[in-house]
């Protein structure tokens, strides 16, 4: 699976978008972006994937560039309770398809 | 509550001790993973089962380790002989994996803390 680089950690004011970087350039065509994240104390929790085209859920969007070498996750209206770490994932669609976690930004939600 | 859940939350241990954890996943899961996180690093993959098959071990999974999944549901990981370098969160997380695999969302429990002496 590719790497990614993500910053150690990023705060955000309260109710602001938090824009949270991730630059995997060595992605194949195969791989999808994936993003977890881990509230303090509980195990990580799924929030969105995409393979090149933009995403948006519940409880995000997901933007990945045109050569796909980089992504950003966007919460829209950052609550304390988005205080985490969060994790970008590449990972191919079959074979080993474990994910792999990096170290993730830490994000601290300032009021 | 039909997440997944773990149990013991906190396990102490004296080393050189036999510990045993136990992972119940989301009952339609076919797909189980243990992994391993210590303080200030993401978790580690150690072994996934598809239903009752395990299919990977890392290498992380020295011979102390065991997984079982006997019937395709609950799941059971033992480490023999615990050391003071096992101390770590044991994190299990289920999926349903179908046709879609790039669909696959994996859910995890709250983990069992596992503090060696």
């Known amino acids: 699976d590719a790497k990614t680089t993500q910053p150690p950690s990023m705060d955000c004011a309260e109710g602001r978008a938090a824009n949270l970087p991730c630059n995997h350039s060595?992605?194949?065509?195969?791989?999808?972006v994936y993003w977890y994240r881990q509230i303090h104390s509980q195990g990580p929790q799924y929030i969105i994937h995409?393979?090149?085209n933009n995403e948006t859920n519940e409880m995000a969007s997901l933007i990945i560039t045109e050569d796909r070498k980089s992504s950003t996750l966007i919460l829209p209206h950052a609550t304390l309770r988005d205080t985490a770490v969060y994790y970008c994932?590449?990972?191919?669609?079959?074979?080993?398809?474990?994910?792999?976690f990096g170290t993730g930004t830490r994000l601290t939600i300032i009021p | 509550d039909t997440g997944v859940s773990q149990n013991p939350r906190h396990k102490i241990t004296k080393r050189g001790q036999n510990v045993t954890f136990r992972c119940d996943p989301i009952?339609?899961?076919?797909?189980l993973y243990w992994y391993r996180q210590t303080l200030g690093q993401g978790p580690e993959f150690l072994t996934y089962?598809?239903?009752?098959?395990?299919?990977?071990k890392s290498r992380l999974l020295s011979d102390r380790f065991s997984a079982e999944r006997p019937k395709g549901s609950f799941s059971t990981l033992e480490i023999q002989r615990t050391e003071q370098g096992d101390s770590a969160m044991y994190l299990c997380?289920?999926?349903?994996?179908?046709?879609?695999?790039?669909?696959?969302?994996?859910?995890f429990g709250s983990g069992t803390q596992l503090s060696v002496l």
């Open positions: 997380a289920s999926s349903l994996r179908d046709g879609r695999p790039a669909n696959e969302k994996l859910f």
């Open positions: 060595t992605i194949s065509g195969n791989e999808y």
């Open positions: 995409g393979l090149k």
């Open positions: 994932i590449v990972r191919v669609n079959f074979g080993n398809e474990k994910l792999t």
């Open positions: 009952s339609e899961h076919n797909r």
């Open positions: 089962f598809q239903n009752e098959a395990q299919l990977e």
